[in-house]
């Protein structure tokens, strides 16, 4: 057992430390929060130096690392800055489908411009009647001479008026048995005719990273933007979140560490009763635990990471890192909040904003209920 | 152009709250960050895009110990070609001059036409060891670099002096120049460069492979030593505002009514 | 007999003020020592300063040639090994500055003579000198002996470190010492001076002046302090990393390299007091500063200290100086 990372990858994570770091501007930060702006120039800066699609094989234009080496640099990202970090990170969402499944013309077409900047990927599977419950998608694709027609919406898509192109999940087989195995994934680009992309402008948290309705009416695309085997969709993306879902559980942890960061800054230097709050036994437990807790979730992140690069899939591991994780995100941010004080509630102290920011891991890539489904049922040995 | 660089990994102190060691001759160092020291993330720049636009090889090395080689492996993964390390029990205490001395050795026996150092380091900073360096190895030196021309055989340098103003200067190669920050705009290390270094190995050296005698290196060979650190008197002259921001804010105004300030 | 040579540094014709704080800490010495006093000047036509210097020391060593016109490391490297090998002084000081640091560092290693550089503090003590010095960015100061015992020793004193103290004039005697440089040719030549674009304020001429550092984190959080100096009529400053960082143009930089001001009233915003930023600032008629850090070593310097995170302090003090204003 050895728990050290190695050295290059204790270089990557100092690398984009020193990225972020860098890169990192209060002031900016909290007009793009407020204007639910996308940080375009830190995503393509990010990409130039080959942190986006870090864990792509070379010929992909990636560096041939594996997914531990990317949720290192997703933790460090999101430890200095939960809004920014999310945002970038997530330029790239859901081309793993593609890198898994696609042929070598679609990795060519589309992971390569993705590495360099030139395009923000999207995943299309939630639909606003089937969230957590994705085995039967109203959104059909209808084979049409050599296209595909598709019709229907998609909710809640992340980078959605900003990609260029999706990953959609439909129904190409209506009347497959169980409903499941008559999906495919198809990509859809960009400015497809009929394609219309409505952003949801209000929401709790991850403001910088856009969230959008898709509409798809009459949307035709030829037949070889089907990704793999068809009538695979539905294994494919299973396939695809037991990767994912690692990513989400090192956001959440980049989110806890950057919000404990600043929680133990501050207890250093408030005073009250004529103490600093460090010296008070009570915020000495409170950073105890959250440490504790932060650690507990590095473990199992870094441990399913690692899992998967030792090409062994294990959704229970998985959903535990991610499950966790969140949990640990959302209550090491709270308790930040708490630590600040009246400061915390506020805007400029940040804090809030990692708390707001650390929810949406315990939703998205299933929520945490979802999660412990999928770890009951590997316990209990029985798949759904 | 070969361009050797000397570099040195420091902790990073200007942000942290730091205390007197045990020892009572340094500072508490654990739980500190430590980087590339300031001045030579400039020095390591410049060398690289004077590679970049001459062609040639720019060679880092660093007296010190094994965490050394995590800012030999940053200067490689920013573009530098080779990197090694002089370390040995006996290099202890060095002072600038005998740390000048190791580096000397370690280069007399390279070909170079430029050696680049920081002007100073930002912890001892005894802004000595370059051209110290310089004159031990016989080739003549420019400190406190800003701008750098490549000519024929030759190199314009700007120094940079006190009160905004620059002194123009000449140098023939090979020569030592002594780098001062804003010169350049250090790069970040990218993930291809540190895909590149990964594999190459570090050398180090010692004391015997650099012919130097056991009391010519570390404390023996060193000309000063620090007898004890200590805490400057802070806030001997300054009053100390405190109270509430409003509070803090009020005294300011005062202060500054009373002073002419604000009209 | 004991003696101390000072090497006088000047430029465009001016003698500059760490000679004058070199020959005060030098006279102390050599008082206690019982030795001489000797002030070395190396220039073209420089009889004028060397005049100036007679009262403050026991001796003036002239040293005159065209080839001193300007400042260079190698012929002051050969006249000053001549020099110091002939007379065998028991100390030699030396400026830590710009010209100092591009010198003493190789001189002394010529002459295999033991070197201090950037001391704040120098006493004699058993036949050497014991010295203090500052590390980490001042933050903290060390206690420093010579190891290798002399005879000779050499140091080079920070700039502004040591107070100039009015005593009796000496009756120095100018010495004209023979240069015996040749027309052999140099490494090294001095082209041109430069003045560094001048910024579109003038700092030198403002009243009051606001100074940021590298605490300021971005040049997005000037305008937050920018505001604070229209509030007060005051003109932004700032120390090297925000200029080098090009977050400032050059003009607004105070310190050795920079800009030396003397302003009614100077405001340090997360600036730590690296002595070269001291160096140009201290003049001023009073100094606040505002860190988060206590130990920062700019606490040391001003009259009044702020400990506090300046983004949540400026905009209250920019409120109130506002506000009070109007009333
Ligand atoms: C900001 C944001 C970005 C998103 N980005 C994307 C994206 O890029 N692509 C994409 O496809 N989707 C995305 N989503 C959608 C997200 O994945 C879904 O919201 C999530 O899977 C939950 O689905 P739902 O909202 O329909 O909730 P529902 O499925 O309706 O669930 C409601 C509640 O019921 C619980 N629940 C449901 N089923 C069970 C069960 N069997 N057992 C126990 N509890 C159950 C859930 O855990 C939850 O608490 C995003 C969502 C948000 C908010
Ligand atoms: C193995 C080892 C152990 C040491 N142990 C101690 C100790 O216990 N106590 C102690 O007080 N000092 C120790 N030192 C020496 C000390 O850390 C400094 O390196 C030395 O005193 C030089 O001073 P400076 O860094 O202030 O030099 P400056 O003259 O301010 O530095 C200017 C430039 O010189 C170059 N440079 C400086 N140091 C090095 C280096 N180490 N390697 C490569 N380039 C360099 C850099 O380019 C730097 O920018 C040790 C040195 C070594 C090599
Ligand atoms: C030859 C030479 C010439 C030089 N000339 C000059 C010169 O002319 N002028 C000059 O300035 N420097 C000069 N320097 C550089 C000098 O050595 C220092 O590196 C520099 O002055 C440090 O600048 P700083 O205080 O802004 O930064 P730092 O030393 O990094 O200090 C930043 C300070 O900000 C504080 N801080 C951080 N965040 C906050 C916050 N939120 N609220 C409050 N406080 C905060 C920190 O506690 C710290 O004390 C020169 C160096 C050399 C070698």
Redesign the interface.
């Known amino acids: 057992m050895d728990f050290e990372l190695t050295?290059?990858q204790?270089?990557?994570q100092?690398?984009a430390r020193?990225?972020i770091q860098?890169e990192y501007d209060k002031e900016k930060i909290l007009e793009w929060e407020l204007t639910h702006t996308f940080p375009k120039e830190v995503w393509k800066?990010a990409c130039?130096?080959?942190?986006i699609g870090?864990h792509f094989p070379e010929e992909y234009g990636g560096?041939?690392?594996g997914i531990t080496e990317n949720i290192l640099v997703v933790e460090e990202f999101c430890r200095k800055d939960s809004g920014v970090g999310i945002a970038v990170t997530l330029a790239d969402f859901s081309s793993e489908v593609i890198l898994r499944f696609g042929t070598q013309e679609q990795k060519k077409k589309y992971l390569i411009p993705v590495t360099r900047g030139e395009f923000i990927s999207g995943g299309a599977y939630t639909e606003p009647d089937h969230g957590s419950d994705i085995t039967l998608m109203a959104t059909t694709a209808i084979k049409q001479g050599d296209s595909f027609v598709i019709n229907g919406t998609k909710t809640f898509i992340t980078n959605g008026t900003l990609a260029d192109f999706f990953i959609v999940l439909c129904q190409t087989d209506p009347h497959a048995k169980p409903p499941y195995r008559g999906q495919c994934t198809i990509i859809v680009e960009k400015g497809a005719k009929g394609l219309e992309a409505t952003e949801i402008t209000a929401k709790m948290g991850i403001r910088m990273t856009s969230t959008a309705e898709l509409s798809f009416s009459d949307v035709r695309v030829p037949l070889t933007n089907l990704l793999g085997e068809e009538n695979k969709g539905f294994y494919q993306v299973l396939e695809f979140f037991d990767e994912s879902r690692v990513e989400i559980a090192a956001q959440a942890l980049g989110i806890a560490q950057g919000a404990f960061d600043r929680a133990l800054d501050y207890a250093?230097q408030r005073e009250q009763f004529g103490k600093k709050l460090v010296d008070f036994q009570i915020t000495q437990h409170k950073l105890a635990d959250m440490a504790t807790k932060i650690e507990t979730a590095r473990l199992l992140t870094y441990k399913a990471a690692w899992n998967y690069d030792q090409k062994r899939i294990d959704p229970k591991l998985t959903s535990m890192a991610k499950m966790f994780a969140g949990k640990v995100a959302v209550e090491v941010a709270d308790e930040a909040i708490q630590i600040f004080g009246g400061y915390g509630y506020i805007t400029e102290y940040e804090v809030e904003r990692f708390y707001r920011d650390a929810k949406i891991t315990e939703i998205y890539e299933g929520t945490k209920e979802i999660q412990k489904n999928t770890i009951a049922s590997a316990l209990i040995g029985k798949l759904k | 152009m070969n361009i050797i660089v000397c570099i040195k990994r420091v902790?990073d102190?200007?942000?942290a709250?730091?205390f007197?060691d045990k020892s009572g001759k340094d500072?508490e160092k654990s739980g500190l960050a430590f980087d590339l020291n300031e001045w030579d993330s400039y020095a390591i720049e410049e060398a690289i895009q004077l590679k970049e636009k001459l062609g040639g090889t720019v060679t880092v090395l660093s007296a010190g110990g094994e965490d050394s080689n995590?800012s030999l492996?940053?200067c490689l993964?920013m573009g530098a070609d080779d990197a090694f390390r002089l370390t040995d029990p006996a290099f202890a205490g060095a002072?600038?001059?005998a740390t000048?001395r190791i580096l000397a050795e370690a280069i007399r026996k390279r070909p170079f036409d430029l050696i680049l150092t920081g002007?100073q380091a930002?912890?001892?900073?005894?802004?000595?060891?370059?051209?110290?360096m310089?004159?031990?190895l016989g080739?003549?030196?420019?400190?406190?670099v800003n701008r750098i021309e490549v000519q024929e055989k030759k190199i314009?340098a700007?120094?940079?002096?006190?009160?905004?103003?620059?002194?123009?200067?000449?140098?023939?190669l090979p020569?030592l120049l002594t780098i001062?920050?804003?010169i350049n705009e250090p790069r970040?290390?990218?993930?291809?460069?540190?895909?590149k270094v990964?594999k190459k190995e570090i050398k180090a050296f010692g004391a015997s492979d650099l012919n130097l005698k056991p009391e010519e290196v570390g404390?023996s060979g060193?000309?000063?030593?620090?007898?004890?650190?200590?805490?400057?008197?802070?806030?001997?002259?300054?009053?100390?505002?405190e109270g509430k921001?409003?509070e803090?804010?009020?005294?300011?105004?005062d202060?500054?009514r009373d002073?002419?300030?604000?009209? | 007999m004991k003696e101390i040579i000072v090497v006088a540094e000047h430029?465009r014709g001016e003698l500059?003020d760490v000679t004058w704080e070199m020959l005060s800490r030098g006279r102390e010495l050599s008082e206690g020592l019982g030795g001489e006093l000797s002030v070395a000047l190396l220039g073209k036509d420089v009889k004028n300063l060397a005049e100036a210097l007679k009262p403050k020391a026991n001796r003036v060593l002239l040293i005159e040639d065209n080839r001193l016109e300007f400042?260079?490391?190698?012929t002051y490297e050969k006249v000053l090994t001549q020099l110091i090998t002939e007379r065998k002084p028991m100390l030699t000081m030396i400026g830590?500055?710009?010209?100092g640091?591009?010198?003493?560092?190789?001189l002394?290693?010529?002459l295999k003579i033991?070197?201090?550089?950037?001391c704040i503090g120098i006493d004699a003590k058993d036949e050497t000198f014991a010295?203090t010095?500052?590390?980490?960015?001042?933050?903290?100061?060390?206690?420093?002996?010579?190891?290798?015992k002399g005879p000779q020793y050499m140091v080079t004193l920070r700039a502004g470190a040591f107070p100039v103290i009015e005593k009796e004039p000496l009756s120095g005697e100018i010495v004209s010492v023979p240069s015996l440089l040749t027309d052999e040719g140099l490494?090294?030549?001095?082209?041109?001076?430069?003045?560094?674009a001048?910024g579109e304020v003038d700092i030198t001429q403002a009243?009051?002046l606001i100074a940021i550092g590298?605490g300021i984190k971005d040049a997005e959080n000037i305008p937050l302090v920018k505001e604070l100096a229209d509030s007060?009529?005051?003109v932004l400053a700032c120390s090297?990393?925000v200029?080098?960082k090009k977050w400032l143009p050059?003009?607004c930089?105070v310190g050795?390299?920079?800009?030396?001001v003397k302003p009614?009233?100077y405001v340090a915003i997360g600036i730590?007091g690296a002595f070269q930023h001291v160096a140009g600032m201290k003049g001023a008629?009073?100094i606040?500063?505002i860190n988060k850090?206590?130990?920062?070593?700019i606490?040391?310097?001003?009259?009044?200290?702020?400990?506090?995170d300046l983004f949540?302090?400026v905009p209250?003090?920019k409120?109130?100086?506002k506000q009070?204003?109007k009333s």
């Open positions: 050295q290059e204790k270089d990557i100092k690398a020193e990225f860098g800066k130039k130096l080959g942190f870090i560096q041939g690392y250093r | 902790p102190t200007a942000d709250d730091i007197i500072i995590e492996r940053k993964a002072d600038g001059f000048a002007t930002e912890d001892d900073g005894y802004g000595q060891v370059g051209v110290v310089a004159e031990m080739v003549p030196h420019v400190s406190i314009k700007h120094r940079e002096l006190e009160g905004g103003l620059e002194e123009v200067v000449e140098v023939d020569a001062q920050t804003g970040y290390v990218s993930i291809m460069g540190i895909r990964a404390l060193s000309d000063i030593q620090l007898d004890k650190v200590f805490l400057p008197l802070v806030g001997e002259g300054a009053e100390m505002l921001p409003e803090i804010a009020q005294k300011v105004f202060i500054l002073k002419g300030g604000v009209a | 430029r500059r400042y260079n490391s190698e830590h500055t710009a010209t640091m591009d010198f003493a560092p190789s002394a290693a010529h033991p070197l201090a550089t950037d010295l010095r500052q590390i980490y960015g001042g933050k903290i100061n060390a206690a420093v002996s010579f190891l290798k490494a090294r030549r001095f082209l041109e001076y430069m003045e560094a001048a009243d009051i590298r007060m009529g005051g090297r990393p200029v080098d050059k003009g930089q050795t390299s920079g800009k030396t009614k009233i730590s008629g009073t606040i500063a850090d206590p130990k920062a070593p606490f040391g310097v001003a009259q009044y200290g702020i400990v506090a949540k302090i209250v003090i409120e109130k100086i009070l204003k």
